[in-house]
């Protein structure tokens, strides 16, 4: 069984452009305890496949509301290794009164390079994230997709899709700065032009 950490209630950080819509979580100390999941302190379990990927298991939450225009919330809450043998259905990890998360195994971690940018400016940023997209599907929200490429989850998200941004392992960021060392150069930045008189409009006769 992966292990979990425990997750306080607390409302998703928001900042940025195109980070105003998509939720933050952050990081909280392990536990192994049957109680709400979330992705830090992963290390144990990490497993790491023969061509340079990663086997990961999405944590969804249903949250049940007392509101006229909605009954529910569904969110992503992170990642944690996966450890389940191949072609295993999702399963129920926490059950409580207001809350309920679902484990869902069978997604791998791969790197490409031309989402290098992406993964660059998701490293460099102050709260590096695993991007997942879900889609509602017989009335339970379904991880489709992972991404560690801010470019990937902004285009998902400017698609309309549900884009959730859980933090990212630790234990993930030496493979993926190496990668992005290997595929990627920031390009340098245009020195600024001063303008010109004639810019300026300078040299109005009245």
Do not use: C
Request: hydrophobic fraction near 35%; charged fraction near 30%; proline fraction near 8%.
């Amino acid at each position: 069984m992966p292990i979990v950490a425990i997750i306080p209630e607390q409302p998703a950080l928001r900042q940025g452009k195109h980070w105003l819509e998509i939720n933050y979580l952050d990081s909280f100390s392990v536990a192994r305890e049957r109680r709400p999941a979330h992705n830090a302190g992963m290390t144990q379990d990490l497993i790491q496949q023969p061509r340079g990927s990663y086997r990961l298991a999405v944590v969804m939450e249903r949250t049940r509301l007392a509101d006229r225009w909605a009954t529910e919330k569904w969110e992503a809450k992170g990642v944690v290794p996966d450890t389940l043998p191949a072609g295993s259905p999702e399963q129920v990890i926490f059950r409580g009164r207001a809350s309920t998360q679902f484990l869902f195994p069978g997604f791998e971690l791969r790197l490409r390079r031309d989402e290098a940018e992406g993964y660059y400016l998701n490293i460099t940023s102050p709260q590096p994230k695993v991007f997942v997209l879900w889609r509602k599907d017989d009335e339970i929200a379904r991880p489709r997709f992972i991404t560690v490429s801010f470019n990937e989850g902004a285009r998902w998200m400017d698609g309309g899709e549900n884009v959730d941004g859980v933090a990212l392992p630790l234990e993930l960021l030496p493979w993926i700065g190496e990668f992005v060392e290997q595929n990627y150069r920031p390009e340098p930045k245009k020195k600024g032009r001063y303008a010109s008189n004639k810019d300026k409009g300078v040299g109005f006769h009245g």
